[in-house]
């Protein structure tokens, strides 16, 4: 992976969750998940992701929604449809 | 996460914990900070839930961890799409309404989001506080699409009622809210239950209409509006509630903000007297604005 761009695609992932989860004041950092969020359920899961969706101008699969494990698994995600 | 002496409350929550324990964090979340006079309604809300339920309540619990899944899928189009995944009634009724273990199912789970929901807990709480208890006697009540029968059951049983009518273009329905009323014990002398499609009302009036969680259902909520207006007698009052931003399998009309809903009842003749706009459980009512998330905006309105 390239650190260059996960990093670039991590501050981008960051403005987001700054704006969804807006309590949350913790680091944003790829091992981040909704356990360490109380905002994060699972509808604000499919918000976060839906909104990430328009800000990268990709579409995941409903498969990776449901089984992304922390921030980590959505920017390599990211990353890998930015390459496509 | 509930004080002991709430026991019903308590005891339904062990329950659905063990049937979705991955919803703990959100239930956490719903019940923390509530006032205790909240706490106190919850645990009303609890008792009735029991009284419906009685032994099945683990059934209920597993439907209510089904639905919560199952609205995944409508979010994801809902939030993609901005607009909700049907338009027309023969859409829904097609996918949803005929089909008879999922409708079960849906209906189960519907029951207790008026406990899990916050929204939904706390506009049952604004129904009771200031729709039923706005004084009056000899009232004539009616509500329309009474469902699971929890408002109806209370509306029964509230100050000042001389009878109460359920309407519904479902025979099934009416049956599953007749059960209702039973298990809740109300008085049945006072109740009549009717199929009317409300495009074609018998020529009657009531001074107090129910109208909850039926708006959405339909592709011209403003028409069924005006027919309630029709119904409702000088100075009988009408208790409106609408989701916003709402997905779900069998909501066709989206309403964007509450005010849209204050503003069609008002639209049809209506004097709104009090507004409640309550946002989906964690959010604050900016927060659930800003992001679009759903608010349930329930309305209170005179015929003058």
Known sequence: ?84 | MIPDRFDKLSSILKIQLQSFPEHENYLKRRFSGEMLEQLEFCEFVAGMIFALTKDDIKTFCDDYAWLSRMVIDEEVHFRRHSRYRLSSFAEAFEQVYSNNPFMTKYMNGLLMTQLWWRNHTEVLRFFRDSFLAGGGKDRDCVEIGPGHGLLLGMTVASDGCRSAEGWDISEASLANTSKALADLGVDLTKVTMREVNLFNAPEMQFDRIVFSEVLEHLEEPQAALQALFKICRPGGRIFVHAPVNSPAPDHLYLFRTPEEVVDMVSSVGFEILDTRFEPCTGASLARARKLDLTISAAVVARRS
């Open chain 1, 1 to 84: 992976m390239n650190e260059i761009s996960r990093d670039a695609i991590l501050a981008d992932v960051t403005e987001v969750i700054r704006d969804i989860f807006d309590e949350y004041e913790g680091p944003v950092t790829p091992d981040l998940n909704a356990a360490k969020v109380p905002q994060w359920d699972s509808l604000a899961h499919v918000q976060l992701m839906v909104l990430l969706e328009k800000k990268f101008g990709i579409r995941f699969k409903m498969s990776e929604i449901q089984s992304f494990k922390n921030l980590g698994d959505v920017i390599a995600s990211i990353e890998n449809a930015q390459e496509r």
